[in-house]
C-alpha cells in the first residue's frame, strides 16, 4: 500500500543533543513538508521541499534542517539551537505543488526533549 | 499573511446530530482544503475545494472564495467523527497551505 512512513512513533532525546526524525513516501511525491504542532495548536510549517535536491524555509525553520537527496525521503534534523523542541512532528507530501494538489500526512513522530 | 479562522472552536453534539463548521479567510486562496485529525493525532485529508461543493458521504463541503469561506457540513454524526477539523489555505502566488486553529468536535452517545 502507497502512504507516508514517519519513525519512530515516539522519540526520546536529552537536551542538547541532535535528532534526526525518518520520512518516507512511496507516492511517487514531488513536494514534501515538515510541520510541526503543539498541544491544542494548529500545524505550523518548518521546511518544504518542491523537488529533489532543493528545499525552502517555512515560518519556524530557526533550529532545525533538513534534506532531500532522495526523492521518496525527506528527513529531518531537531537541533540543539531549538529552543523549545518537545512536539508532534508531521510529514507530509503532495503529487505537485500543494497549491495545485491534496495534502497526505503520515501519522506523526511525537519528541520529547528532557 | 493571510488569516484563517475557524468557527466554532469547540463543538460537543449528541451522536445523530448535524453541524455546520465554517473557515473564513483573509485573502484571495488558490487552494483550501479540509482535514480531520483523531485523537490519536492522525490527519486525514477529507476534501480539496478550492470553489464550489463537494461531497463524500455523511460530510460535505462548500468554498464560496469570493466571499472568503469555507463550510464543512457533518450529517447523522457518529463518535468517530470526534476530533479537530482544520482547514487550510494557500494565498496568491505562496507555496504553502495555511492552517486555521482548528474546531474540536466532540460526539457523544
Known amino acids: 500500500d502507497g502512504g507516508i512512513t514517519q519513525s519512530p512513533k515516539y522519540l526520546f532525546r536529552k537536551e542538547g543533543q541532535n535528532v534526526t526524525l525518518s520520512c518516507e513516501q512511496n507516492?511517487?511525491?514531488?513536494?514534501m513538508y515538515w510541520y510541526r504542532q503543539d498541544p491544542g495548536q494548529g500545524l505550523r510549517l518548518i521546511y518544504y521541499?518542491?523537488?529533489?535536491?532543493?528545499?525552502q524555509k517555512g515560518d519556524i525553520a530557526e533550529g532545525y534542517s533538513v534534506s532531500r537527496e532522495k526523492k521518496e525521503s525527506f528527513p529531518l534534523t531537531v537541533t540543539s539551537a531549538q529552543k523549545n523542541p518537545t512536539a508532534f512532528y508531521l510529514c507530509?507530501?503532495?503529487?505537485?505543488?500543494?497549491?495545485?494538489?491534496?495534502?497526505?500526512f503520515g501519522n506523526g513522530t511525537r519528541l520529547t526533549v528532557t | 499573511g493571510i488569516q484563517v479562522e475557524q468557527s466554532p472552536p469547540d463543538l460537543i453534539l449528541q451522536e445523530g446530530a448535524n453541524s455546520t463548521l465554517r473557515c473564513n479567510f483573509s485573502d484571495s486562496v488558490n487552494n483550501l482544503q479540509w482535514f480531520h485529525q483523531n485523537p490519536w493525532g492522525q490527519l486525514i485529508n477529507l476534501f480539496y475545494i478550492p470553489s464550489g461543493t463537494k461531497q463524500n458521504g455523511r460530510l460535505s463541503a462548500t468554498t464560496v472564495a469570493t466571499e472568503r469561506y469555507s463550510l464543512l457540513y457533518i450529517s447523522s454524526s457518529q463518535t468517530t467523527d470526534s476530533g479537530v477539523y482544520f482547514c487550510a489555505v494557500v494565498a496568491g502566488t505562496a507555496s504553502k497551505l495555511t492552517f486555521g486553529t482548528g474546531t474540536r468536535l466532540q460526539v457523544t452517545l
Open positions: 521541499s518542491q523537488i529533489v535536491n532543493d528545499f
Open positions: 507516492l511517487n511525491h514531488d513536494a
Open positions: 507530509a507530501s503532495s503529487i505537485d505543488r500543494v497549491k495545485n494538489s491534496p495534502l497526505h
